[in-house]
């Protein structure tokens, strides 16, 4: 593989992590909207939102075996258009089962999208010799970011949803099309050899089980921020609404931030000494935020979230591709399905805790799991594998 190749692959596959962000922002943020356009109950929400992460898990699963016979890139060459077209589906559709089949085709897709996203990002890195993973989760950042301005646009001018998704799908259709044709990859994983400890080949769920638990304890953190900082800041610290809607938009702020300079802390200190960096001050935002006496002091915590939280997910999937060179696609695939483990637990979690105890008492659950991480973090950097100065093993290639 050539550097001019390896540079158009990592040009194209964050193309893909920011249109990503950009379809999955445009959904969620426009929840009530969906909800008003079918007349969907409040008692019937849950089972459409819940839907989506469990078939997106689904496809998660159907991705490592399709990729044994296919190369991740043909999956995201054509699950990524059908997610456009499903987002497009669910803002023309009229009837309740009109959404439900959209829904279900978007969380399939959704699986499969993310999960050859990620292998592919993985097989790059391992051909850079140096880590880029985190840099291609803050183009999907950037891409919710850009969705949730959209939406945002949308419903300021009471835009109906098929007219907010139509000029989206339009632009970024043919760009994801186009961008598919320099998917790249580095070694097949069945070329890569075998890694540390022996795992290379053979797929040891007793060992991927820890990033499994840190995934899962990542997007628990994710999903309460972006289900309940509006209402904690609104309910609990007194803010006026305005104010709490801009807790979410911060927090996606400094995850892009974060991400952006996160490769760079990975190659300075390794992995595993950003992973604990990061838990540490997840941990600590959640704290500002259940000891928060107002509204300013709560919008810091989730500032620190942001920042801290941003680096586990990418070097998390990294750490996979790490410990399984010789069958990281597969490692990756049923990793990703943690994340939407997470997803599912989070919010539920959280709402069930506020109620019965308080808000202030629930925000110390998902801190107490972050810090747990704390106790994996080793998983993260086995020494062969670490990156970047003082860390970085020899380079294959080195393109920028």
């Known amino acids: 593989m050539t550097d001019a190749g390896l540079r158009h692959g990592r040009a194209s596959l964050g193309l893909s992590f920011g249109v990503q962000g950009v379809a999955f922002a445009l959904l969620v943020t426009r929840i009530p909207a969906v909800q008003d356009q079918y007349g969907i109950s409040d008692g019937l929400l849950p089972v459409f939102l819940a839907a989506v992460p469990i078939l997106a898990g689904a496809g998660s699963v159907a991705t490592e075996k399709v990729v044994a016979r296919v190369r991740p890139g043909v999956v995201l060459r054509w699950s990524q258009p059908l997610v456009l077209l499903a987002l497009l589906g669910v803002g023309a559709g009229r009837e309740v089962w009109h959404v439900a089949v959209a829904l279900g085709v978007f969380g399939l897709a959704v699986g499969a999208l993310d999960a050859s996203m990620n292998m592919l990002g993985v097989s790059l890195q391992r051909a850079y010799g140096r880590s880029i993973m985190t840099g291609f989760h803050a183009a999907y950042s950037l891409g919710g970011i850009v969705g949730a301005s959209l939406a945002w646009v949308g419903a300021r001018w009471d835009l109906s949803l098929v007219v907010s998704y139509l000029p989206v799908v339009v632009v970024l259709l043919p760009a994801a099309l186009v961008g598919s044709r320099w998917y790249t990859e580095g070694k097949r994983p069945e070329e890569a050899g075998a890694g540390s400890g022996g795992a290379g080949g053979v797929l040891s769920f007793r060992l991927l089980l820890p ?77 500002v935020v259940a000891l928060a006496p107002g509204a300013w002091v709560g919008m810091l915590g989730f500032t620190m979230l942001g920042f801290g939280l941003c680096v586990i997910v990418p070097q998390t999937f990294a750490a996979a591709g790490r410990l399984f060179p010789g069958n990281s696609d597969a490692a ?33 659950v998902p801190m107490v799991l972050v810090l747990a991480t704390l106790v994996y973090a080793r998983a993260f950097g086995p020494e062969p594998a670490r990156y970047g100065g003082g860390h970085e093993r020899p380079r294959t290639a080195d393109v920028g």
Do not use: H
């Open 211 to 287: 990033l499994c638990l840190v995934m899962t304890f990542a997007y628990i953190g994710d999903s309460t921020v972006s289900n309940w900082s509006a209402k904690y800041l609104q309910d609990v610290l007194g803010s006026s609404e305005q104010l709490a809607t801009v807790p979410y938009n911060v927090y996606m702020v400094t995850t892009l931030l974060g991400r952006v300079v996160g490769d760079l802390g990975v190659r300075r200190f390794g992995a595993v000494a950003v992973v604990r960096g990061g838990s540490l001050l997840a941990a600590g935002g959640f704290a």
């Open 332 to 364: 990756v695939a049923r990793l990703n399905i943690f994340n939407y483990v997470g997803f599912l637990v989070g919010s539920p979690l959280v709402g069930a805790l506020g109620d019965a105890w308080s808000y202030r008492g629930a925000m110390l």
